[in-house]
């Protein structure tokens, strides 16, 4: 087993508290160790990257995170606090938005129909459309996400700007943390640039930002520090900019032992 190699220290977050910690986190399904004693955290105004081949328990620890899952082992912190994520909605009340790669977005309804399902704006009993409208307009302009109009039918957008809409969609609950889980996945090279602008403009309104790729390219473009997790451990923390493509593909496959 590969030793844990970690990169010079993070000096963005040298004298501040992590958003959201994990100290020593298990989770075994049965026989299997899916995480195995992981240390994770992520600051404000970061992105950090989880990469690791299939069964490497990424998304174990996102969806531990999330509230999908709960750790048998170790402490998740929250601003330095030790929380029980034990549900979705625990997570969202903490502050902590999760945009899965099936996006959960209703294709047959508008953008801003999609952005405020479930918690439509009323007044005096009635759809205050006009006030959402005005909202989701805003909302995207701080995104910096180009859009066409916000009465499109979701089914129709490209597959970046639906991306762009879930991840807005999360903004309304104004989270703290934003964990995606393959967001440019099967989408062009164009698309892709998209959302990568977009995460960059989450990390630019002080969020702390967790990306699970495959892309190891754009994990290397928008990522302030890259997570590696081999058969449910840690396999290396670093600054993006100090490892290679190469060095990152063998710590993912096992092929280094140093």
């Known amino acids: 087993m590969n030793t844990a190699v ?63 899952f709960t ?3 170790g402490v998740i912190e929250f601003e330095g606090s030790p929380v029980s994520i034990h549900s979705p909605a625990s997570a969202q ?6 945009v899965f790669q099936d996006l959960a977005l209703a294709d047959n309804l508008s953008i801003v129909a999609n952005l405020f399902l479930g918690r439509e704006y009323t007044k005096r009993g009635f759809l205050s459309d006009h006030h959402m409208e005005e909202e989701a307009v805003s909302l995207f302009r701080k995104l910096k996400a180009r859009m066409p109009s916000i009465r499109t039918r979701v089914s129709s957008l490209s597959g970046g700007q639906k991306q762009s809409v879930a ?4 903004m309304l609950g104004n989270p703290k943390v934003i964990l995606l889980d393959e967001p440019t996945s099967a989408l062009s090279v164009t698309q892709s640039a998209e959302v990568l602008n977009l995460i960059e403009s989450l990390r630019e309104r002080g969020l702390g930002v967790v990306v699970i790729s495959h892309n190891l390219a754009e994990v290397q473009a928008v990522a ?3 997570v590696v997790l081999r058969l449910g ?6 600054h993006s900019t100090d490892i290679s493509y190469e060095r990152l593909v063998a710590l993912i496959t096992g092929a280094t032992d140093d």
């Open 233 to 238: 451990r840690n396999n290396g923390t670093f």
């Open 224 to 226: 302030d520090r890259i």
């Open 6 to 68: 970690t990169g010079p220290e993070n000096m963005a977050s040298v004298g501040r508290q992590p958003l959201i910690a994990m100290r020593g986190v298990s989770k075994h399904f049965n026989a299997v160790h899916a995480i195995n004693n992981v240390d994770f955290e992520v600051y404000p105004g970061e992105v950090v990257a989880i990469v690791g081949d299939n069964g490497s328990g990424k998304s174990t620890l996102v969806k531990m995170l999330a509230g999908v």
């Open 71 to 73: 750790p048998d082992a």
């Open 93 to 98: 009340d903490l502050g902590i938005a999760t």
């Open 167 to 170: 991840i807005a969609r999360t």
